[in-house]
């Protein structure tokens, strides 16, 4: 069994900031991408930005500039920096990871909102 734990989510004002962690844990052997994804309400699941076990990263162009993924292989734990936030970054935000499958976490509820 694949777990992902992750945290970091809450509520923030317009132009600051969160930082996501996500912990993955069980039956693995190696991870080549991790990544987060988000959903807002009455809209599709969206890439948000992913990172390859080289290091290669991808973001959303509505994210660029404001967020930076990164990882810890050591701990099999991926993070996602969020500044500047805005009230359309509001969304639940899931971390994924791609192993021998694909693995998601249960989400976390961001609200950017004065």
């Known amino acids: 069994q694949v777990q992902l734990v992750e945290s970091g989510g809450g509520l923030v004002q317009p132009g600051g900031s969160l930082r996501l962690s996500c912990a993955a844990s069980?039956?693995?052997?190696?991870?080549?991408?991790m990544g987060w994804y988000r959903q807002a309400p009455g809209k599709q699941r969206e890439l948000v930005a992913t990172t390859t076990g080289g290091g290669r990263t991808v973001y959303a162009d509505s994210v660029k500039g404001r967020f930076t993924i990164s990882r810890d292989n050591a701990k099999n734990t991926v993070y996602l920096q969020m500044s500047s936030l805005k009230p359309e970054d509001t969304a639940v935000y899931y971390c994924?990871?791609?192993?021998?499958?694909?693995?998601w976490g249960q989400g976390l509820q961001v609200t950017v909102s004065s």
């Open positions: 994924t990871i791609w192993a021998t499958n694909q693995y």
């Open positions: 069980g039956n693995i052997f190696s991870i080549y991408t």
